[in-house]
Nanobody, 121 residues
């Protein structure tokens, strides 16, 4: 199973960016898909996650600025980030949990390679 993330880049404060994350391979089910971010010298924090049943959770710092959505048919999640602030700068990692098949069903817990988001003031 592989994760392909796209989006990110450089934007001025107040601007918007969107990220996407697609999981491919012998995926049986996805129970959670979302993003975490890590700023230099800091821990990795939850940004947004879409879980089984359609529930969503956001980091406290999001405060209505970001929105996560999901296309189950494509095993893809999208993160729309608006009103970006310089403190949103960091590497954004896609994360997927679920099950995949390789001889038998196995637990899926995989991280993407990370995409850099830089917000200039």
């Amino acid at each position: 199973v592989q994760l392909q993330a796209s989006g990110g880049g450089l934007v001025q404060a107040g601007g918007s960016l969107s990220l996407s994350c697609t999981a491919s391979g012998t995926i049986f089910s996805i129970s959670a898909i979302g993003w975490y971010r890590q700023a230099p010298g800091k821990q990795r924090d939850l940004v947004a996650v879409f879980s089984t049943g359609g529930s969503t959770n956001y980091g406290d710092f999001v405060k209505g600025r970001f929105a996560i959505s999901r296309d189950n048919t494509k095993n893809t999640a999208y993160l729309q980030m608006n009103d970006l602030k310089p403190e949103d700068t960091g590497v954004y990692y896609c994360h997927v949990e679920g099950q995949y098949y390789r001889d038998y069903l196995r637990r899926l817990d995989v991280w993407g390679q990370g995409t850099l988001v830089t917000v200039s003031s």
